[in-house]
């Protein structure tokens, strides 16, 4: 997708790469994490306003329907079409639009309800199961819908017999099912699945005791193979000493061109992160900020701070680019965050004026 630069500022594309054995941890960079070296002054920086209706709570981009579908602090969720900057109400959300869409139709699912918008020809919310909340919406490929409806890392037949570790709720072929399965015993423990899955296969780490070391495991299940009375069909996808590691707050998945690579944040201050892609291992150091995930396809994170501005730090080349210096509010999330497809314009909503506390749309593109 091209935007139209009539009413785009700005910039913004990041590189990288470096390699290194991950089998062996053998990471790049010192003791402290690997830097990010900052390219801010070698690219020239602009940012448009998109006049939305209201302030922009959350939003997601559907580049193939040409489009920006937001929530406003009316719950009101609205189009934006970017051809024309032409805004048309859809819907009301009393929660955040999730980051789970399908882009050929621009099906939108909210955070928790259990029902779909097509932003292109519909203005209400269809009902795809029983009203009720779900833990994460994971996938929606092919007019299909699959959520995390629950999970449970106790041991369901212990404490709570015929409870499943996970349950999923699922929309497949016009029909509300419910798939639901066990881990079989010596997965570990301390599981954490990964923030940014993508069809069929939902990832998460477990702590799995050695003889000699423990080890953080990498697993994966595919959905769509998810059946009742059965065992999780969960396989192992790498593991990691322990030692090396340490305490892991979130662990994320990222598709990048197509090969699987992990990204883990990590609770030792001077080494925030450990990427993990073939050919690639480095730790990373944030200088104590907190990585913001923004999208399993851009291997691209972001922080912020107030009065230093936002970074985004890509993990290919260990480049960073900080912007919105002069922009206060008390943080930034994920939700006010996108990247496009061709990773040169990112998305923002925020309030661009110390004095306008009102969130706005800002566009921002890199010009060669």
């Not at 998810?226 to 969960?234: I, Q, Y």
Request: charged share 20%; net charge positive.
């Amino acid at each position: 997708m091209k935007f139209n630069m009539s009413y785009l500022g700005g910039l913004f594309l990041v590189v990288m790469s470096q390699v290194s054995l991950a089998e062996n941890l053998r990471c790049l960079g010192s003791d402290g994490g690997t830097p990010f070296a900052n390219i801010s002054k070698d690219v020239s920086l602009k940012q448009q306003i998109l006049q939305s209706s209201g302030s922009v709570r959350d939003f997601v981009l559907l580049e193939k329907t040409n489009q920006i579908v937001y929530r406003n602090h009316r719950n009101q969720i609205r189009a934006l079409a970017l051809s024309n900057q032409h805004d048309r109400h859809l819907s009301y959300s009393s929660v955040k639009i999730s980051r789970v869409f399908e882009e050929n139709k621009g099906r939108i699912l909210t955070s928790e309800a259990t029902c779909f918008l097509d932003s292109v020809t519909d203005s209400f919310w269809r009902s795809f199961a029983q009203p009720n909340r779900v833990v994460e919406h994971l996938f929606l490929d092919n007019n299909d819908i699959f959520s995390l409806e629950a999970f449970w890392q106790e041991d369901p037949y212990l404490l709570f017999p015929g409870r499943y570790n996970f349950s999923f709720l699922t929309y497949e072929s016009n029909k509300s099912w419910r798939r639901q399965c066990n881990l079989p015993g010596g997965v570990g423990k301390n599981l954490k699945i990964a923030k940014g899955n993508l069809f069929p296969y939902l990832y998460f780490t477990a702590i799995k005791s050695g003889l000699f070391e423990d080890r953080v495991m990498v697993y994966r299940m595919a959905v769509n193979t998810v059946a009742g009375n059965r065992a999780c069909p969960f396989e192992e996808v790498t593991s990691y000493p322990v030692s090396q590691i340490g305490p892991i707050k979130n662990f994320y998945y990222f598709n990048i061109d197509g090969t699987d690579a992990f990204a883990f944040h990590l609770s030792d201050p001077k080494r925030n992160l450990f990427w993990d892609k073939p050919g690639e291992c480095a730790y990373y150091n944030f200088n104590g900020k907190t990585p913001i995930f923004i999208s399993p396809r851009h291997p691209i994170f972001a922080t912020w701070k107030n009065g230093e501005g936002l970074s985004l730090h890509n993990l290919r080349d260990k480049t960073e680019i900080t912007f919105f210096n002069k922009v206060e509010q008390a943080s930034i999330t994920t939700e006010n965050l996108w990247i496009s497809g061709d990773e040169r314009t990112l998305l923002s909503s925020l309030s661009p004026y110390k004095n306008e506390p009102n969130y706005r749309l800002i566009v921002s593109t890199k010009i060669k």
